[in-house]
């Protein structure tokens, strides 16, 4: 991921790669991390410990998309 100034950041539940191709208006576009990545940066911005995020963000709220290895989320980069 590159460093751009980030207005607003949502990861999705239950989503897959087909996220990717959704047009979407006023500087908002969906893209795709990988777990270790989508942890580590929840882990650096909520101050909690990389295995509690994990945890948090594949079973408690189904962000991680287990069959492709992906997390994805909505971004606004303006």
Do not use: Q, W, Y
């Amino acid at each position: 991921m590159t460093k751009k100034r980030i207005h607003f950041m949502g990861f999705l539940a239950n989503a897959d790669s087909s996220i990717l191709k959704v047009s979407l208006d006023h500087g908002f576009k969906s893209e795709a991390i990988s777990p270790e990545e989508g942890v580590g940066l929840v882990s650096v911005l909520e101050s909690l410990p990389h295995n509690a995020v994990g945890k948090k963000l594949s079973m408690d709220f189904p962000c991680l998309n287990h069959s492709e290895g992906k997390f994805f989320f909505l971004l606004s980069i303006l």
